[in-house]
């Protein structure tokens, strides 16, 4: 690795900044070392690559998923073009699209998640020149390696590593964009995955993600029935409640046959915010959020009535009556006990 790689990673476990240990190269290239977070935790660099896949860090369904893709990593890029195949789509039209999504400049900052054997990761770097960035993760070493293998020759700046997509080792809002596709079905966690994308992503930038899904009013077909019998992945539901409160802008859509998913959105700041504060005309009167906010005990339908008729006489929505009224009294008592 590169020590410029230091202003994008982050400690998977508390996301504080990381030191290296001794080098064994020079102050700029770190083949062999380590990386140390704040409390003492330790990820070994071997090879130029940081693994963060420590015990303390991947639970053991993700173990079980790290088994599964080091078998595939040999004969992974063998088959992975009967995919396409099967849909009689163009593979890198089809990936090219997806990649458009994330609406690059040449100087853009990406993290690709679970980038299995490169074959997007190619794309993307073809895209950025040698002032972009491409951190490139997966979970499986084998996986990457097939990745590296493809990116050797490109201008911008390459980075990778070992880790788990629920804990990515990056700081907060540091990538313009992030892209997975083709993973996140085998994630133990989607959730906690796609709500690190939003995390290590800018406010503002762009996740692209997706992965198998048959649309529910095909899954009773003989084309469902053929596909699922060799990928009974294709039965599994889009991850909607999964997506982070953060995405805004969402788009789905069926790509490769209709068989699979993809969503992206744009990356906001937290939770939405809406116009809850001006005054709604009517008897009820009050905004949205004092309506939220300003409940009061129930009352009997007696009192509601007589309320109903002093704000009438008085010419005031309930909202305005009640907080006049509940007001002068609150005040009185408290006068009268001064």
């Not at 064994?24 to 660099?45: A, F, K, M, R």
């Not at 084998?142 to 080792?169: F, H, R, T, V, Y």
């Not at 019998?229 to 046959?257: L, M, S, Y």
């Not at 009438?312 to 309930?318: P, R």
Request: with cysteine; hydrophobic share 40%.
């Amino acid at each position: 690795m590169n020590t410029w790689e230091l202003n994008y990673f982050a400690s998977p476990q508390n996301h504080g900044n990381l030191k290296i240990s001794t080098a064994s190269s020079n102050e700029q290239v770190i083949d062999t070392s380590e990386l140390i977070d704040s409390e003492g935790n330790v990820y070994p660099v071997i090879n130029g690559v940081a693994d963060f896949r420590g015990n303390s860090v991947i639970s053991d369904k993700t173990k079980t998923v790290l088994d599964f893709y080091e078998g595939r990593s040999e004969t992974y890029d063998q088959y992975l073009h009967l995919t396409f195949l099967t849909h009689n789509e163009n593979e890198l039209e089809v990936r090219n699209g997806f990649v458009d999504l994330l609406n690059l400049s040449p100087s853009s900052s990406v993290l690709e998640v679970a980038a299995g054997s490169g074959r997007d990761s190619a794309i993307i770097a073809r895209r950025l020149d040698s002032h972009g960035t491409l951190c490139v993760q997966d979970l499986s070493a084998g996986m990457l390696a097939k990745a590296k293998n493809k990116l050797e020759k490109n201008d911008c700046q390459i980075s990778m590593a070992l880790a788990d997509a629920s804990k990515l080792p990056y700081k907060d809002k540091v990538f313009d964009a992030v892209y997975s596709f083709g993973g996140l079905g085998e994630f133990p966690d989607i959730r906690a995955a796609l709500k690190e994308m939003a995390r290590v992503c800018k406010i503002g930038g762009k996740v692209v993600v997706g992965d198998e899904s048959m649309p529910v009013w095909w899954r009773d077909t003989e084309f469902a029935r053929i596909l699922t019998i060799t990928n009974p992945q294709f039965n599994a539901d889009i991850p909607f409640a999964d997506i982070p409160v953060e995405a805004k802008n969402v788009h789905v859509r069926w790509v490769i046959g209709g068989v699979f998913y993809i969503i992206d959105f744009v990356v906001g700041d937290g939770q939405p915010k809406g116009n809850f504060d001006y005054p709604i005309p009517g008897p009820r009167g009050g905004t949205l959020r004092t309506r939220y906010l300003g409940q009061l005990e129930a009352v009997t339908p007696e009192t509601k009535e007589l309320a109903h008729k002093a704000r009438i006489l008085k010419g005031l929505s309930m909202h305005d009556w009640l907080e006049q009224t509940v007001k002068d009294a609150a005040n009185r008592d408290l006068d009268s006990n001064k």
